[in-house]
């Protein structure tokens, strides 16, 4: 079931709190404060992140998500930047369970790799080497678009338009991210 929330609801919530860059420094915080809140009530995540390791946003939003399975109300608000890896952490929560601070802007973009490959040995090993960088990228386009996927279910950005605008880091303000259902409330 969906259920709607309101600004005073969301405001009386306690909250964790994080702030800096999607890292495991920033997950240790996360599952410190998750395991210190209160259960009996709605918990409130903010988030003010210029980006990070996409792979601990989503360890993070697994987290969320097993949480929610198991009956959790647990929402999501942004702060100022929620860019990139922190974006990634967002698709973890439905759209009825996001929310942005007023100014705030999202970014999405194509994940990136800086990869120098140096090629040595036998050349059948070679191919191998060559194999494997085309695989882990393969990968992790195929991570991406389940993510993007993710972050636009049940809003008005249709999975193309997405996967179109993110090679160009598509900048997207609150009240943008708003009309175009990516989040259900400016606060």
Known sequence: MTKTFQKQDILAWPQIRLIGSVDEAMYGQFRDQLSAAPTDRPLLIAITTLGGNPEVARAMADDVRLLR????DICFLG??????????????????HRFLTE??????????????????????????????????IEQSIAIEEQG??????????????????????????????????????VI
Not at 169 to 179: G, L, Q, S
């Open 103 to 136: 100014g705030t802007t999202l970014l999405l973009h194509e994940r990136q790799i800086a990869k120098t490959i140096n090629l040595s040995g036998p050349l059948r090993s070679c191919i191998a080497q060559l194999k494997g960088a085309l695989h882990e």
């Open 148 to 185: 993007f996927r993710e972050i636009v279910d049940g809003s008005a950005v249709a999975f193309e338009e997405l996967r179109e605008k993110a090679p160009d880091n598509w900048y997207i303000p609150c009240d943008e991210a708003r009309d175009r259902g990516l989040i259900a409330e």
């Open 79 to 96: 702060k100022a930047a929620v860019y990139s890896a922190g974006a990634t952490f967002m698709a973890g929560f439905p759209v009825s």
């Open 69 to 72: 399975e198991a009956g959790r």
